[in-house]
């Protein structure tokens, strides 16, 4: 299914087929690619969409905010890293908070969680974080995957009725379609987007990649997206480029960052490093808010990455963000030398 050809062999980019990409999307974790072919993924990141110019003209630079974080808080790898020793699975969310501002809560996904969960969970960031916290639910896959956005008044009403109990603690929601949702369901997706609250914040990240090589398709996707004031979610990861379409609907970024781990840490900085320089100029042209989570397919060295992502967003871009405290030498890995 690997098709490069010997001319291919002979450059540093990976060349990666539409077989491949099904493949690595549905028989591996989503954007997987095998380390010894790593070093052939051209990470460079593409040039603003047409649609990032109409949404950015016009503005003027504003004190954006940052919010930096995880998928989960439940990894019991960070104990000793991040979270005291001896600490129970029961209060990994009280000390997630103290480290981060922002979770991409990926539980909701599986199920719905009643209101007094969410009551919990709320008061454990009241009671322990640093600076204000919200929490980024994805859209319940009753709704996305079983449903697939039709008939599915009632799966959502129950999901807003649960999400809305966050209160101010609720950021943005974020509905991820399956690789099998195509632009042939255009106007399913369009049609759900407009029932939703417009107080509601969404982001929509599809996966099928018709949504992306087909231009006229692009193009109606994304100009949808900014005349219902709806994000575009930007998943960076190393066997999906197609998916990093560097489009901005509304002028507000949510970044889904995918990692690959400790042994190719140096590759994932410098894929920071670009990222910080591409937002730069975006906040100058008047982005407001950043949203960057950080994934990887081992989540245990995660926190070491999201730190040097917060030591450069700080420096570079005027964020505040609290750095991690590290409980071991941690932290000496994320001092790297002057991005500029």
């Known amino acids: 299914m690997l098709f490069i050809s010997e001319q291919n062999f002979q450059t540093p980019k990976l060349i990666v087929s539409l077989g491949v990409l099904y493949f ?49 808080w439940g990894r019991k790898e960070w104990v000793n890293m991040i979270y005291p020793p001896k600490t129970k699975e029961a209060n990994f969310l009280d000390e997630y908070v103290k480290h981060f501002n922002s979770i991409e809560l990926n539980a909701v996904f599986y199920s719905i969680p009643k209101a007094d969960l969410i009551q919990k969970w709320k008061l ?62 255009f106007d399913v997706l369009e049609n759900y987007l407009k029932l ?36 575009a979610i930007i998943t960076d990861s190393s066997g999906r480029r197609d998916c990093v379409h560097m489009e901005l609907t509304i002028p507000e970024i949510f970044i889904r960052f995918v990692g690959n781990g400790m042994e190719y840490h140096a590759s994932d900085f410098a894929r ?33 990455l999201a730190n040097y992502t917060i030591k450069q967003f700080n420096k570079y871009l005027g964020a505040s963000l609290t750095e991690i405290a590290f409980l071991g030498d941690g932290e000496d890995i994320t001092n790297q030398p002057e991005l500029f």
């Open 24 to 72: 690595i999307s549905h028989f591996m974790d989503f954007g997987k690619v095998p380390g010894e072919l790593l070093p052939g993924v051209d990470f460079t990141l593409p040039p603003d969409g047409t649609q990032t110019a109409k949404t950015l003209t016009g503005l003027k630079p504003v004190n954006a905010d940052f919010y930096v974080g995880c998928a989960k």
């Open 124 to 185: 454990k960031a009241d009671e322990n974080a640093v600076k204000d916290f919200v929490f980024c639910p994805k859209f319940s896959r009753t709704i996305s995957h079983i449903k697939r956005l039709k008939d599915a008044e009632v799966p959502t009403d129950l999901y807003l009725a649960s999400i809305y109990e966050f209160g101010k603690y609720l950021g943005p929601c974020f509905l991820q379609l399956g690789d099998n949702f195509s632009p042939a369901n």
């Open 196 to 231: 939703l609250p417009q107080d509601l914040k969404v982001f929509v990240e599809v996966r099928h990649q018709s949504w992306f090589l087909d231009e006229a398709v692009r193009t109606n996707f994304f100009e949808m997206l900014a005349r219902l004031n709806k994000g």
């Open 272 to 304: 920071v490093d670009e990222w910080v320089a591409r937002i730069k100029p975006w906040l100058d042209k008047g982005l407001t808010k950043v949203y960057f989570f950080l994934h990887q397919h081992d989540e245990k060295d995660t926190p070491i």
